[in-house]
């Protein structure tokens, strides 16, 4: 069944440091992936979504992804993360099951950013 | 603005006092779907629609109902709330289904005692 990982459920970093967050998905085939955050009390926003061509992929915020055809991920990174990123994020694949496509979303990971 | 609306934002109600959750889209969009988000479970599906008077199932479907008379309309309905259905609701919607990106509502936080 398709599924989406996203193994760190909590990660902390510093301002200003690098950020990377880890999402690997089982699905037959290339799915379109997306990234989304969820400030507090607030609903998702998408950061970036992959589709096809460059798998280096520009979101908005300074956001960007790296689609792994061999690896089957689609891992976030920021180079310098600001107070302000602190957040839950959410990677999601939309893909074909039983015959009509689907959204299938992570758990989350939650970052917190120290000042 | 574009935008997914969704009413009411925060609920406490009592076990099996019916209720419903509007959920309304400005954008022309075919698809809508309702999630829940609980802790360490992420979003989970629990109803989807692809066009007016078309809806499925998703993951976690039991105990809701939907239904589009209205393409821009996607209301979720309760009819005996539960506690284990205290959860934080997102309504959603998108052109496509899949390949596209989908546009979230606020957040209902509903609370059932």
């Known amino acids: 069944a398709q599924s989406v990982t996203q193994p760190d459920i909590h990660i902390t970093v510093s301002e200003g440091a690098s950020l990377e967050l880890r999402c690997n998905y089982s699905?037959?085939?290339?799915?379109?992936l997306f990234w989304y955050v969820q400030s507090p009390g607030q609903g998702l926003q998408l950061l970036l979504k992959?589709?096809?061509?460059?798998?280096l992929v520009q979101g908005i915020k300074g956001f960007e992804a790296e689609f792994k055809r061999s690896q089957s991920s689609f891992n976030l990174r920021k180079p310098s993360v600001h107070w302000s990123d602190a957040a839950e994020y959410f990677c999601?694949?939309?893909?074909?099951?039983?015959?009509?496509?689907?959204?299938?979303f992570g758990t989350g990971t939650r970052l917190k950013v120290l000042a | 603005e574009a935008q997914v609306t969704q009413n009411p934002r925060y609920l406490i109600t009592v076990t099996g006092k019916k209720l419903t959750v509007t959920c309304s889209q400005n954008?022309?969009?075919?698809?809508m779907s309702w999630y829940r988000q609980d802790p360490g479970l992420g979003l989970r599906q629990i109803y989807y629609?692809?066009?007016?008077?078309?809806?499925d199932k998703g993951d976690v479907p039991e105990g809701y109902k939907v239904s589009r008379k209205e393409k821009r309309n996607f209301p979720l309905i309760l009819e005996s709330p539960s506690p284990n259905q205290t959860s934080l609701y997102f309504c959603?919607?998108?052109?496509?289904?899949?390949?596209?990106?989908?546009?979230f509502g606020p957040g209902t936080r509903l609370t059932v005692t």
């Open positions: 629609s692809m066009n007016v008077e078309v809806t």
């Open positions: 999601a694949v939309g893909a074909m099951t039983s015959g009509t496509y689907k959204y299938i």
């Open positions: 954008m022309n969009h075919e698809y």
């Open positions: 959603a919607s998108s052109f496509l289904i899949g390949s596209d990106e989908q546009y």
């Open positions: 992959y589709f096809s061509g460059d798998t």
């Open positions: 699905y037959g085939a290339t799915p379109y």
